[in-house]
């Protein structure tokens, strides 16, 4: 009968404290949680925005100068004292090579289809890369990385 007693005092003893105890502040980690992703996004866009700056500082000090039309007797040296025309250098692949390419690829297969065999491949080929180079070439002009001539 005493262990009983003990028992049932025992439990109504941890049933009462409710495993909580009085005068401790409960920890809200949500919030917790919250402020740390934010702080972890602040710092990887401030990252972000630092290479940015970089790159940009990297590609204003060195500018890239082409001659479109070099100066006559001086094709070795493109620095010369001469009337030639700088243009700052594009980056990609132009509208002519595109073109030329896509153009090579396209009558190349119709060639072949249409001639049955390699020497028609090679006939649509090269009419399909000279046909592309042509309208890459006015896509160029029309863009001003050509002048107009």
């Not at 710092?43 to 925005?49: L, M, P, Y």
Request: proline share 3%; charged share 25%.
């Amino acid at each position: 009968m005493k262990r009983v007693i003990v028992a049932l005092s025992t439990a109504a003893i941890l049933a009462a404290c409710g495993g909580k105890q009085a005068g401790v502040a409960s920890v809200d980690t949500t919030a917790l949680k919250q402020k740390a992703v934010a702080e972890e996004q602040a710092r990887v866009k401030a990252e972000k925005q630092e290479k940015e700056d970089e790159a940009a500082r990297r590609r204003a000090a060195s500018p890239r100068v082409v001659y479109v039309n070099p100066p006559v007797g001086s094709s070795a040296n493109p620095v010369s004292s001469g009337s030639g025309t700088a243009v700052e250098q594009r980056r990609g692949m132009s509208s002519r090579t595109k073109g030329a390419l896509i153009g090579a690829g396209a009558g190349a297969i119709a060639g072949g289809l249409i001639g049955k065999n390699a020497k028609g491949a090679i006939i649509g080929g090269v009419v399909g890369a000279g046909t592309g180079y042509v309208i890459g070439r006015a896509k160029d002009k029309k863009a001003g990385r050509l002048p107009n001539q």
